[in-house]
T-cell receptor, first 116, second 113 residues
Framework: AQTVTQSQPEMSVQEAETVTLSCTYD???????LFWYKQPPSRQMILVIR??????QNATENRFSVNFQKAAKSFSLKISDSQLGDAAMYFC?????????????FGTGTRLQVTL | KAGVTQTPRYLIKTRGQQVTLSCSPI?????VSWYQQTPGQGLQFLFE???????NKGNFPGRFSGRQFSNSRSEMNVSTLELGDSALYLC????????????FGSGTRLTVV
């Protein structure tokens, strides 16, 4: 079974500053993927970034990057140059790549506030 | 490219009734998953369908069921509604599931009164 833990229920960052959201996970599988999803008030879950567990290189998408520490089972999200539009719930999720059946396991989420 | 479409957006039902929610995945996506989101339990996996077959199921009672059609569109049904079924129901589609990633719809907000 997989578990995903987000220990920060809420975070706040000033516009243009950098913030890091934490996530730890646990899995017995060797082939898995990790994701960060953003859920604004519109409710739609939007994929922010994806990381393959077999890749040592940290994924980056524009202002969003991750710090993937496989041995520590840690997967944090860094948002640089924060913008007002970044305010949302952020969910960390994992999925095993069994090839025949898969499901996302989500953390409890971190609510990010962006202030002027 | 059209996204994942869920209908209806909002639904109010009475205890004991049944409800059917619909999800149209991205064209070409064969995997459709359903999740329940509540403030207390967070995001929980309901089930996944792939090529019209249920290939994974979460820990929900038998009142929750689903199906997938040949065009990959999916429906989920909840019978004998309970107050605790009030939630946001999210559908996600994927080309093949797993590491290919998932695209979510905007969800259906179900309120049971």
């Amino acid at each position: 079974a997989q578990t995903v833990t987000q220990s920060q229920p809420e975070m706040s960052v000033q516009e243009a500053e950098t913030v890091t959201l934490s996530c730890t996970y646990d899995t017995s599988e060797s082939d898995y993927y990790l994701f960060w999803y953003k859920q604004p008030p519109s409710r739609q879950m939007i994929l922010v970034i994806r990381q393959e567990a077999y890749k040592q290189q940290n994924a980056t998408e524009n202002r969003f990057s991750v710090n993937f520490q496989k041995a520590a089972k840690s997967f944090s999200l860094k948002i640089s140059d924060s913008q007002l539009g970044d305010a949302a719930m952020y969910f960390c999720a994992s999925v095993t790549n069994t090839g025949t059946a898969s499901k996302l396991t989500f953390g409890t989420g971190t609510r990010l506030q962006v202030t002027l | 490219k059209a996204g994942v479409t869920q209908t209806p957006r909002y639904l109010i039902k009475t205890r004991g009734q049944q409800v059917t929610l619909s999800c149209s995945p991205i064209s070409g996506h064969r995997s459709v998953s359903w999740y329940q989101q509540t403030p207390g339990q967070g995001l929980q996996f309901l089930f996944e369908y792939f090529s019209e077959t249920q290939r994974n199921k979460g820990n929900f009672p038998g009142r929750f069921s689903g199906r997938q059609f040949s065009n990959s569109r999916s429906e989920m049904n909840v019978s004998t509604l309970e107050l605790g079924d009030s939630a946001l129901y999210l559908c996600a589609s994927s080309p093949l599931g797993g590491g290919y990633g998932y695209t979510f719809g905007s969800g259906t907000r179900l309120t049971v009164v």
